[in-house]
């Protein structure tokens, strides 16, 4: 719309789009018998082979791992995935299957103003604001929803434009432009089980010396069990 007749015009936009998706996710998890130390009722071809004794090199008696013997930071670690919700089947050994929801949110504002100074020269501004916000796991996190990470991506851009007509048949064009974004990411889920996992598990330098604390993201990965 105009704000000066003729001479200095402004444009606005507003657009949100909400995304209400899931993901369908897959794994292969310890049962609740399993994770109680009773190895029993493995899954086999699957499951981990007869865990041994390590201080006498030999099965436990019964397949069964004494209560006194279970690190509780390790079972901390098992909280982090899900428990077994279906058979494996097909050849496949996932007994998790899951459509966890994964939201994504997603705006963009745009403002942009249109000034002609004289009949040979026109200014033209716009800045652009987009951010998108997803609550999934991402780049390295674990399948498991328990503990997830919220994804938060804002980008600006700024785009200034001078026209000056030279004569009847040229035009000089003097641009600057400007842009950036930022990825923060911060820990959602079960607040709780991170909080007993840090007391149970210290990691090897202390939070005070870490850019995010105590902001770290525990994951059920290959070597974290």
């Not at 700024?158 to 026209?163: A, G």
């Amino acid at each position: 719309g105009p704000i000066m007749k003729d001479n200095l015009h402004f444009f606005v936009s507003l657009e949100w789009n909400k995304d209400k998706r899931s993901d369908l996710r897959t794994s292969f998890v310890p049962t609740e018998a399993e994770r109680s130390g009773n190895f029993n009722s493995s899954l086999a071809g699957c499951s981990s082979p007869t865990p041994i004794d390590p201080l006498t090199g030999q099965p436990f008696p019964g397949n069964i791992i004494p209560a006194d013997r279970i690190s509780t930071g390790g079972q901390l670690m098992m909280n982090l995935m899900e428990l077994p919700n279906t058979t494996p089947s097909g050849g496949s050994c996932n007994n998790w299957v899951s459509a966890v929801p994964t939201p994504v949110d997603w705006r963009q504002e745009n403002l942009r103003l249109d000034w002609t100074v004289t009949n040979s020269t026109r200014l033209m501004v716009r800045w652009t604001h987009d951010s998108w916000e997803a609550d999934r796991n991402q780049w390295g996190d674990d399948p498991f929803p328990t503990v997830r990470s919220l994804w938060n991506q804002p980008g600006r851009s700024l785009v200034t434009q001078l026209n000056q007509n030279i004569g009847s048949s040229m035009v000089n064009s003097l641009t600057f432009s400007y842009s950036a974004n930022t990825i923060t990411v911060k820990r959602a889920g079960d607040q709780d089980l991170v909080d007993q996992l840090n007391d149970a598990i210290p990691t090897l330098f202390p939070a005070y010396i870490k850019q995010q604390g105590v902001q770290g993201q525990p994951a059920a990965l290959w070597g974290s069990l």
